[in-house]
């Protein structure tokens, strides 16, 4: 049966008016205020774009913008590459336990940002945290510091928890793309003599494509 044009569009509308709502709304109201100087209650001072073009040379800005690459980069190879690589091994017939993997990598995705940053906070403590305590048991008691006050290694320190909380989220999500494929693709290579490796790029990587980039583009987003 063959649906008419108006009854397409009302089926659209409601996610129609409900994305515009939450993004195209805001968004045209952050442009719109951004025009004015503004400091609270009701006066209003239009400015123009001076705000964004002095948002260019401000060094608070791109450092900003740094740092937010930096996370991002780090997140997408050791979120998406990390699970990756254990979706691959777990994927395979050698591994034990494949179940009691997947839960223990999942379980800190279903941990709220609070809890996470009690735990790491307690591993990266100077007086008593886990990380300054083993250094000092292995004789290292030297090297121990404020970690989150080293300026040097505070950016990789605070994307080590957010890598750590979510590999068990795109590990499931690439081992449910993994699990569609037919299992004697990759015995036929294994029988015509691909190493581990060609068939992970050559067969897997090709397979999982689609699903590597929605990780990729989940990953972004929620940084």
């Known amino acids: ?27 045209c109201l952050a442009f719109y205020y951004g025009l004015f100087n503004w400091s609270g209650g009701t006066k209003m001072i239009y400015q123009g774009i001076k705000n964004f073009t002095d948002v260019l040379t401000d060094d608070v800005f791109f450092q900003s913008l740094k740092n937010n690459i930096y996370l991002t980069v780090v997140c997408l190879i050791g979120q998406i590459g990390i699970a990756f690589i254990l979706a691959v091994l777990l994927n395979g017939r050698y591994v ?27 591993i990266y403590d100077y007086h008593y945290g ?24 505070v950016l990789m320190l605070v994307a080590v928890p957010l890598v750590w909380q979510y590999v ?38 090709p397979l999982v494509k689609n699903t590597l980039i929605v990780c990729v583009t989940l990953c972004i987003a929620g940084i």
């Open 130 to 153: 886990l990380l300054n305590t083993l250094l000092r048991m292995t004789g290292f008691g030297d090297r121990a510091q404020a970690w989150l006050n080293n300026d040097k290694l």
């Open 168 to 205: 068990g989220y795109y590990l499931i999500i690439i081992m449910s793309a993994l699990s569609s494929v037919d299992p004697q693709i990759f015995e036929v290579a294994e029988i015509d003599g691909a190493s581990g490796l060609q068939r992970v790029i050559y067969i897997t990587l």
């Open 96 to 122: 034990r336990f494949k179940g009691f993997h997947r839960t223990m990598t999942y379980f800190p995705a279903v941990l709220s940002a609070v809890v996470i940053g009690f735990i790491w906070n307690l």
């Open 1 to 27: 049966m063959k649906v008419k044009k108006p009854m397409i569009f009302l089926y659209l509308l409601p996610g129609i008016l409900w994305y515009s709502f939450i993004i195209l709304i805001p968004i």
